[in-house]
């Protein structure tokens, strides 16, 4: 690894799959997983595309059930590039001699190179030099570009270039049992001499994506004819290029490539415009030129310096903010599209959204809030379903999904596959009703990094209040307890969905869900004290809430129940949890590591995990990462609470830790977050686990099927605001630094209020340096120390004293 470049110096083909999800490249509207040109589907490869936003759905027959479900749709193939020498095999490199491999991924610039000597049947040795680009600077575009150089030979060569639209959706093992042909093809052909396209349609959804591709072959000195022939078949077209190769000399190969759909704005139709601009690019090395100047904004606006003491660090973050622009950037804005868990780099969770925003909008926030905006405005447009789901279930107010796609419904599934026993089972994690909860906390947070009023009084504010009525309608007043409960909901924690010998889905009172339905009717109201008189007396009559609705939520906040176990000190993750049976912990993390399935291992022994105190990931250990101990003990005194932060979050962490099986990728960011403050050196070895994750796939082949991008994300906002002690609240921007004692330094630049700054942080100082915006002051406190900020002022913080 180096500062800017992953890379690969063996060719390994059980580590394949792997890595094509780690190399993919994607400009926001599509991405293209990693995969060598012109590889066919197999054990060791999965060439896919796939398009932001680009769902249908499916119904299949599983154990006598007729059930739906909305997929990620893998897109036509355009990568397909091989060659063959005459009268010799298509070049597969499964099934030749490999003398050397050398494979990088280039972060700086975007590009992925593959360096591939290979000696073949014949003992002919050539070496392949394959450059790809997916264009952040024209989102319809993405390019090819071959070097091949025969060593020891010469004579005729074939190239084949393809696109095929034969594909379905076979990336996830445990969902092939369920229908997975989502294209029709509508057309395919060539056009003038060079051309060739493909048009396909999503059955159900009927998005139209066309492909059109140009391949064209230069020499370097010498000169060659070159012979054309197209093939067009059922779901295949292709073109082959034969030409004259020269031992030590090179043919250079340019396949450029546009893809345009029936969802694009400003078009004829997707197949005319994906011609027309096919044919504009003037070649493979403009189209990296103007890719180059797109990433060095990007990264001009959003690196990270981190100077630690572990060179890959600094590399690892760079990863993780490459794979968030990958699957999120200016591209995506008016796509009407959210941010799936995964990316868009395989098909695990079927490309859906789920809570994951919860971790990836702070690095947008202070980078580019334009795109939380637009991620904000994806949950917006689907208010309407929202509201629907709510009414549906008893509800008032708006439920949102826990797995969004297209439209908002709900696309969690009823059952799922077990890998470890192979049996199906019923799945109520639909139940996570505290998706709504971070979709609110989202709003808020946007609004206090930004000061968006304008967004607030338009989208934000009705966003919150209808979500506050839905937890104002959930909660049921318990006469003897004189406290609101709220039921039949799913933790974060997702291993309990229910108790034991119950009909019932869901559990009772679950900590987090109850403190951030609060927490929710809290913030409901300040946002309403946030909008002019107008505007609040207008969002109260459309959504109907009065003085009584107000009232209510009132009570639901001063007498919501909170379950507490040991003397109080504990608080409990759900009530009765404390009533579970106790795990033999040693045996387990001896036999599976650190990070355990501990569900799928628990089913697949004839046990359950519901009978066990053990937790998949942070449940209550959330409510650490999400709030400062002020604000914590300020709900906690709202609901009638006393909390004493400096003793119970530390006893909270000890006793949630010990049971923890680190199942989720996110599991280690929050531990990371919560240690902090007390236990640096614990915080940084957390840190690192997260960091390390998909890249090492911890959780053992889960990564192939798509990248977590929440824990990418969560390990960037560590460095942004966990170690730098970061917050927005009441106006002002807060700084209250804690640096691990790996770390000597760390660089970057944020916005806040439309306000520019840089940050240099290091273990004893703090400097800040604005470079203006479009407000003229801002208000910054440093340990309580506050002042004020203007255009072209520097401060130097020792904030140790």
């Avoid at 490869?45 to 680009?54: D, M, S």
């Avoid at 969902?175 to 060079?194: A, I, P, V």
Wanted: glycine share 6%; hydrophobic share 35%; proline share 2%.
């Amino acid at each position: 690894m180096e500062g800017w470049k992953v890379t690969y110096s063996n060719y390994d083909p059980a580590e394949e799959r792997l890595r094509e999800a780690l190399c993919t490249l994607g400009n926001g509207y599509f991405a293209a997983r990693g995969a060598i040109d012109g590889v066919h589907e197999s054990a060791s490869h999965y060439p896919g595309t796939y398009l932001a936003g680009g769902y249908n759905r499916l119904q299949s027959e599983i154990h006598g059930k007729i059930i739906e479900n909305e997929d990620l749709v893998r897109w036509p193939d355009w990568t397909i590039l091989k060659f063959k020498p005459e009268e010799g095999e298509w070049f597969n490199i499964d099934e030749v001699e490999i003398t050397d491999f050398f494979q990088e991924l280039d972060l700086r610039e975007g590009v992925l190179e593959r360096r591939i000597q290979f000696c073949d049947k014949e003992q002919r040795e050539t070496l392949l030099v394959s450059r790809r680009i997916v264009s952040m600077s024209n989102m319809h575009l993405a390019a090819v570009e071959w070097e091949i150089i025969p060593q020891n030979w010469s004579g005729k060569v074939t190239i084949h270039s393809a696109l095929d639209g034969g594909v379905s959706n076979t990336g996830v093992a445990r969902y092939r049992d369920f229908n997975s042909k989502h294209l029709n093809l509508l057309n395919k052909g060539n056009f003038e001499e060079d051309g060739i396209f493909l048009k396909a349609m999503s059955c159900q959804s009927e998005i139209v994506m066309a492909q059109a591709a140009e391949t064209s072959v230069f020499f370097d000195l010498y000169d060659s004819s070159v012979e054309r022939q197209s093939f067009i078949e059922e779901k295949y077209v292709a073109q082959e290029l034969t030409f004259e190769l020269q031992e030590k000399k090179t043919a250079r190969i340019e396949k450029l490539v546009s893809i345009y759909t029936s969802k694009d704005k400003a078009i004829s139709d997707p197949l005319s415009e994906a011609k027309k601009l096919v044919k504009r690019i003037p070649n493979f090395a403009e189209l990296r030129k103007s890719h180059r100047q797109a990433w060095d904004e990007l990264w001009e606006q959003c690196e990270i310096t981190l100077e630690a003491d572990d060179t890959n660090d600094q590399l690892l973050l760079r990863f993780h903010i490459f794979h968030l622009f990958q699957t999120f950037t200016l591209n995506t804005i008016d796509l009407d599209s959210g941010i799936p868990a995964r990316g868009w780099h395989g098909e695990a969770y079927r490309g859906h959204i789920f809570w994951d925003e919860l971790y990836i909008f702070p690095f947008y926030n202070i980078s580019i809030p334009e795109l939380t905006r637009a991620l904000l405005m994806y949950r917006y447009r689907r208010l309407p379903e929202a509201r629907f789901a709510a009414r549906e279930n008893g509800f008032k107010g708006a439920m949102f999904p826990w797995q969004s796609g297209s439209n908002g419904r709900e696309e969690s599934q009823v059952i799922h596959l077990n890998p470890e026993s192979g049996r199906w089972l019923p799945d109520n994690t639909y139940l996570q009703r505290h998706v709504n909860a971070a979709i609110a906390y989202n709003v808020w947070q946007y609004f206090q990094a930004t000061g968006d009023l304008q967004f607030l009084s338009f989208y934000g504010a009705e966003i919150m209040l209808e979500i506050a009525k839905f937890w104002s309608s959930m909660a049921v007043f318990n006469e003897e307890r004189q406290k609101y409960e709220i039921h039949n909901v799913v933790g974060p924690d997702e291993y309990h969905t229910a108790y034991k010998d119950s009909e019932e889905a869901g559990l009772k009172n679950n900590a987090y869900t109850n403190f951030m339905a609060v927490w929710c009717l809290v913030h409901a109201k300040e946002a309403m004290d946030k909008l002019n008189t107008r505007r609040e007396r207008q969002l109260m009559s459309i959504l109907e809430i009065d003085e009584d609705e107000l009232a209510r939520w009132d009570r639901v906040i001063q007498n919501m129940f909170i379950p507490f176990i040991e003397q109080g000190k504990i608080i409990e993750q759900f009530e009765g949890f404390h009533n579970l049976k106790d795990l033999d912990w040693k045996k387990y993390n001896e036999k599976y590591g650190e990070n355990i399935r501990l569900d799928r291992v628990l089913e697949s022994e004839g046990d359950s995990v519901e009978n066990y105190k053990a937790v998949k990931q942070p449940d209550v250990l959330m409510l650490f990462y999400l709030f400062s101990a002020e604000e914590l003990t300020e709900i906690f005194e709202r609901m009638g609470y006393e909390f004493d932060t400096q003793e119970q979050i530390p006893a909270n962490i000890s006793y949630y830790q010990d049971i923890t099986s680190h199942g989720s990728t996110l599991s280690k960011v929050v531990h990371s977050w919560v240690y902090a403050r007390s236990h640096r050196e614990r915080s940084w070895h957390d840190f690192k686990k997260a960091l390390i994750s998909d890249f090492n796939d911890i959780q053992g082949g889960t990564t192939a099927e798509g990248i977590h991008l929440g824990a990418m994300a969560g390990t960037v906002d560590l460095i942004h605001r966990c170690y730098t002690g970061m917050e927005f609240k009441k106006e002002c921007l807060y700084f209250n630094p804690q640096l691990p004692e790996n770390v000597k330094k760390i660089t970057f630049r944020c916005r806040y209020r439309k306000h520019w700054l840089e940050v240099h942080l290091t273990d004893s100082s703090l400097c800040l340096k604005s470079h203006g915006g479009w407000q003229d002051v801002i208000r910054i406190i440093v340990n309580k120390e506050e002042f004020k900020m203007i255009k072209g002022e520097e401060y130097h913080i020792d904030y140790r004293k």
